[in-house]
């Protein structure tokens, strides 16, 4: 069974970045798509950002130009490079793998933005 397992989270001031890591155990080919989603407190998780498995890339609208999915094959990993960070992008970060049966989660990163 795929595994994946998110890195890269912690806190950072207003203004900020980060660059989130995926790591998949089986490799990323097996996925349709691969996606990061989060969710604040007291909320739904919603999406942030996907790639197909060839290659092209959908984004939440809110988040266009500041952030940037992207992935490494030989690595078995997708990223998520998040730039002018703000305080409401505070939420944990969740990657998904989807392929023809099921969808796979990771435990999640949190990612603090303090004002």
């Known amino acids: 069974q795929a595994q994946l397992v998110e890195s890269g989270g912690g806190l950072v001031q207003a203004g900020g970045s980060l660059r989130l890591s995926c790591v998949a155990s089986?490799?990323?080919?097996?996925?349709?798509?691969m996606g990061w989603y989060r969710q604040a407190p007291g909320e739904q998780r919603e999406l942030v950002a996907a790639i197909t498995a060839d290659g092209n890339t959908n984004y939440a609208d809110s988040l266009k130009g500041r952030f940037a999915i992207s992935r490494n094959i030989f690595k078995k990993s997708v990223y998520l490079q998040m730039n002018s960070l703000k305080p409401e992008d505070t939420a944990v970060y969740y990657c998904k793998g989807s392929d023809s049966r099921r969808d796979y989660w990771g435990q999640g990163t949190q990612v603090t933005v303090s004002s």
């Open positions: 089986d490799g990323i080919f097996r996925f349709a798509a």
